[in-house]
């Protein structure tokens, strides 16, 4: 996947940042694990509302949050795109499952613009599923985008920025960052559960034994294997399966005696 991005990255043109110092220090992310989200600036809806992150989300479930501003001619294209195609192959599903919430970070991003990108971007979605998109000011965007440490600066007319989305708990504290323009659908569905930590909405065991055997690499930033939790469910069914035969093997001969 790192690979794939450095490609994209080569077609885009080159940054107006001349600074590197600049990039490396006000750009990127600054891992709040733990930390709430800013829930109570303004924010506005496609239809010109006034709202709030809080009224919103429904606590009940995780939230998927993604920062991309609409007037973007370069990497948010990728990010939209990228979560677009990760919904769709997901099982998991955004306003039932979790909320899937679109922030744009550039003040100049008016309702209208909010308004395109939903109807672009919901109409790949099922009947009852949701994706919201808004906009908000200066104040606004910059509590909500230090709450979850999303760095950006502007470069020019644009604006120089990370790639990624964020997963926050029904609680609204950041559980996950998924860095990157493409995501994998594993990945995805587990940061999901993680966040979720099986207290809201329906999941099945297969759900909850992927969670038992898959924790995240923080160096790779990635899930992997668990490998001694593989081994103690290995056990467990083997000795399971064990038992089951053991009393089918007493029962057949307990019948045979009683002839």
Known sequence: MRFIFFLILLTLKASSISDV?????????????????AISPEIISTDGKKTSL???????????????????PKMCSFILDGVRDVVLESEKRPGIDYNLVTLSFNPNDSP??????????????NPGEKWTFYTSDEIGIEKITKSVGFKF?????????????IILTGDRVVSRYLSGVIYDPRDFKLSILEASQGTTGKFSLSDKVLLYCFDFDPVGKKYALRALNVMK???????????????????????????
């Open 233 to 259: 469910l290995g056990g467990a069914i083997t000795l399971i399966a064990i038992i089951i035969m053991m009393g089918f093997l007493w029962l057949r001969k307990n019948k045979g005696e009683n002839k």
């Open 153 to 165: 600066q502007p470069d020019g007319d644009e604006f120089a920025h990370p790639a990624g989305i």
């Open 112 to 125: 209208k613009s909010s308004k395109k990108y939903q109807e672009k971007y919901a109409a790949n979605l």
């Open 21 to 37: 110092a600049d990039i490396q220090n006000n750009v990127g992310w600054n891992e709040k694990y733990g930390s709430p989200l």
């Open 54 to 72: 809080d009224q919103i989300l429904n606590k009940e479930k995780p939230t998927v949050l993604v920062l991309a501003y609409y007037s973007c």
